[in-house]
């Protein structure tokens, strides 16, 4: 049943700060409830939705992943909660952000260390594809290891 106060996805969505295919996946990803429609078939979102997607989408754009996000709007929405649960939540999340930061200025020092080593001059040698073939042994396998890793937490962020 509609009330006065539904909006349509997009409007929703731009009342959010996200864009309708964002707002539609985190409905399929149960951080919402499903949204009722109307005679039409369109989504409509309460108010109440609409604050829980610009929730959505602020934790998103700190970084933090849809569990974490789960988590956050079960603390969010319960009133007899205990802060301590988030500010471990947002403490681990800056402690991965941190390890992050490190590696990829790892990677940006060592590709611009690749970048310096005369590569694009008209030779056939080419340091960047030279390293790339060799891999983990230049400079040891920590880099490669770092870079792995980051990989990783990079797919764990979108999961």
């Given at each position: 049943?509609?009330s006065?106060?539904d909006?349509?996805?997009?409007?929703a969505?731009?009342?959010?700060?996200i864009?309708?295919?964002?707002a539609?996946?985190?409905?399929?990803?149960g951080?919402?409830?499903p949204a009722?429609?109307d005679?039409?078939?369109?989504?409509?979102?309460?108010?109440?939705?609409?604050?829980?997607?610009?929730?959505?989408?602020?934790a998103?754009s700190l970084?933090?992943s849809?569990?974490?996000?789960?988590?956050?709007?079960?603390?969010?929405?319960?009133?007899?909660?205990?802060?301590?649960?988030?500010?471990?939540?947002?403490?681990?999340h800056?402690t991965?952000?941190?390890?992050?930061?490190?590696?990829?200025t790892?990677m940006?020092?060592t590709?611009?260390?690749?970048?310096?080593?005369?590569?694009?001059?008209?030779?056939?040698?080419?340091?960047?594809?030279?390293?790339?073939?060799?891999g983990?042994?230049?400079n040891?396998?920590t880099?490669y290891?770092?870079?792995?890793?980051?990989?990783?937490?990079?797919?764990?962020i979108?999961?």
């Amino acid at each position: 049943m509609k009330s006065l106060g539904d909006v349509k996805i997009g409007t929703a969505a731009r009342a959010a700060g996200i864009t309708v295919r964002m707002a539609r996946h985190y409905e399929a990803a149960g951080l919402l409830p499903p949204a009722i429609r109307d005679d039409a078939g369109s989504r409509l979102f309460s108010t109440a939705d609409v604050h829980t997607l610009r929730f959505i989408g602020r934790a998103r754009s700190l970084g933090f992943s849809l569990k974490a996000i789960r988590k956050l709007l079960s603390l969010w929405q319960d009133a007899h909660r205990s802060n301590a649960e988030t500010l471990h939540l947002a403490e681990k999340h800056m402690t991965d952000l941190l390890q992050k930061q490190s590696e990829l200025t790892a990677m940006i020092s060592t590709l611009q260390q690749l970048i310096d080593a005369r590569a694009g001059d008209g030779r056939p040698e080419c340091p960047i594809l030279d390293d790339l073939a060799i891999g983990s042994r230049v400079n040891g396998s920590t880099r490669y290891r770092t870079m792995q890793r980051a990989r990783g937490r990079a797919a764990a962020i979108e999961r």
